[in-house]
Structures are given as C-alpha cells and as structure tokens.
C-alpha cells in the first residue's frame, strides 16, 4: 500500500488518501488500492464502518491529470479505466468522507460514492472537468444531480465553480459540518456508533436506502418491506427489541 493510509480504530476503519505532492489526486492505484481495502473491511467482522478522509488541504483534486493526459479511447475502453471506482461504490458496509480542503472533480465523485459525506468548515465542492475539456466521468453527473437536483448540477459542472461546505449543506451534498481541526474525530465517533450496531441491520439497511436511486418509490418501498421482514429472520432484531423492553444495552452478534 503507497497511496492509501489504513488504521483500524474500534470497530471503524480510517482509510486516509496519501498522495500528498499531488493533493491527493486519484490515480489508477489510488482506486485499486482503496477498492482492494474497502472490500477486506467488508469481511473483516471486527469492523462495521469505514472513514475515507485526506489531508487538511484536499480530501482529492480530482482524478490525475497528468496520468490521464495522454490516455487513448482505445486503452480507456479496453482496460475498463473505472472499473475498480465501481468496486469501490459496491463496498458492502456504510462509508463516511471526511472532506477538509478541496473536493474537486473525481474527488467530489468519490464524496458521493460514499454514504455519508461530513465536511470541515473550509470544504469546497466541484465538478470543474469542463474545464479540462471533459466532463466528469466517476458517477458524477448522476450522483450530483440526484443529490443536489438538475439545475444546480447543471450549474455546477458547466461552470465549473466550487461551492463551499455550508452550500454543500444547504443542497444537501454534505449532511454535517465540523471545525476543521474535529472532522476526523467526529467522523470516527458517527462511525463507531454505527459500528456498535449490529453490522448485519446496517449493512441491509445501507442497501436499502441505496435502491432509492435505483428504482421507482413503489418497486424501493416493496424492497424495503422484503429487507425489513428478512430481519425478523435474525436474533439481531430479537436481542435489539428485547434489550429495549429488559433496559438494558444490546449485545449484536459479531458476525
Ligand atoms: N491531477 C494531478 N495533479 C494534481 C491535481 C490533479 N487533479 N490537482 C493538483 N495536482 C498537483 C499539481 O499539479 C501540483 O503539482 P506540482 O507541484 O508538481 O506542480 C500539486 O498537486 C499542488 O497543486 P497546486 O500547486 O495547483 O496547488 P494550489 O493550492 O495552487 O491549487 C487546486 C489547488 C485549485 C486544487 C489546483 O491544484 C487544481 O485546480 N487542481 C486540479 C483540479 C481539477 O481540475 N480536478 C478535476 C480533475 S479531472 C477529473 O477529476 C475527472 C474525473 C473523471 C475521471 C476519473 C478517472 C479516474
């Protein structure tokens, strides 16, 4: 591992971009790598989340310019250049970014990939690719739009501008805001109290809330009430309810 930093803290796992000289920018092996740990966590039982967090500067830039130059439709197409970015966006536990500094193009792209995206107070958000002649190409024009809606996706990425943390917030892109100097320490602390669930519920719930931007309201609420019967089918739910009538704190088992 080069490019990626792992700890394990608790139950939640810190995964920290380590491209320092180039503000994190994501080349092929950033995403192998990262796609390679996320799916390790997903059957570690030790852990139930997982933090994705840079440096204070720049969560990512933006996916590497300078690797991606001189690449050919040909090599593009033929090696599948993304695919390990969808191996990433299929990891099973829920993820947290922890954005500080710049999130730009692929790294605003790799925010939204994740479940959760918690910002420091001097974030910035954006889609500039339209300025490098291409337009963004890890899930970017899907993700923003039904994140944020059509109209500000659109503003976004044909402009290129950057939006800071709090209009991150306002369009609900970022779902908190913390001082810069905590964000890493309160990304850990959300992430350990969902690692404290059972990991089972939180994982199903992840896949639940997922569907919402895959199929229609009626096919997403008939999913849910499959998933939410499922549970009934798991001592998860039979410890969670009775811990609540005894009182007393769940043990979930560690699966
Ligand atoms: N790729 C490669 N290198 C980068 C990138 C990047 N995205 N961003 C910064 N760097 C490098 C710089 O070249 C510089 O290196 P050097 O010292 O060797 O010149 C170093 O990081 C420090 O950067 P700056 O000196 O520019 O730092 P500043 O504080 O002056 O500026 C900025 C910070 C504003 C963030 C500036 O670096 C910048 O504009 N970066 C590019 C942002 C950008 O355009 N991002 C979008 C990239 S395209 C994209 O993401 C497409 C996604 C879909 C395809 C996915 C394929 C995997």
């Known amino acids: ?16 971009l380590n ?17 390679d740990a996320a799916q390790s966590f997903d059957r570690d039982p030790d852990i139930g989340c997982i933090v994705i967090t840079g440096s204070e500067k720049a969560f990512a ?40 500094g710049y999130a730009l193009g692929g790294g605003c792209e790799l925010a939204m990939m994740c479940d959760i995206i918690v910002a420091g107070e001097t974030a ?5 690719e339209i300025k490098l002649g291409v ?33 991150a917030e306002r369009c609900g892109l970022v779902a908190r805001i913390f001082a810069t100097a905590e964000l890493e320490a309160k990304a850990l602390e959300m992430a350990q109290t969902i690692a ?3 990991r089972t519920i939180a994982m199903m719930t992840k896949e639940t809330i997922s569907r919402a931007e895959e199929v229609s309201t009626v096919e997403g609420v008939r999913f849910e ?9 798991l001592e998860d739910q039979r410890e969670g309810m009775a811990a609540y009538i005894e009182k007393r704190k769940p043990e979930f088992p560690r699966d």
């Open 196 to 198: 404290g669930f059972s």
């Open 135 to 167: 337009m963004p190409g890890m899930g970017g024009t899907q993700r923003l739009t039904r994140l944020i809606g059509k109209s500000k996706a659109m503003e976004l990425c044909l402009t290129g501008r950057l939006m800071d943390a709090q209009e």
């Open 124 to 128: 910035r958000f954006g889609q500039p």
């Open 225 to 233: 009430r499959r998933m939410f019967y499922s549970m009934f089918g």
């Open 61 to 100: 830039a933006g996916a590497d310019i300078k690797e991606m130059q001189p690449a050919s439709h040909r090599e593009m197409y033929g090696q599948d250049w993304f695919a390990d970015w969808d191996r990433f966006a299929a990891t099973r536990l829920p993820t947290i970014a922890a954005v500080n």
């Open 1 to 16: 591992m080069t490019t990626i930093i792992i700890e394990k803290i608790g139950r939640a796992a810190l995964i920290r």
């Open 19 to 35: 491209r320092p000289e180039a503000l994190n920018a994501l080349n092929r092996q950033v995403a192998k790598e990262l796609a």
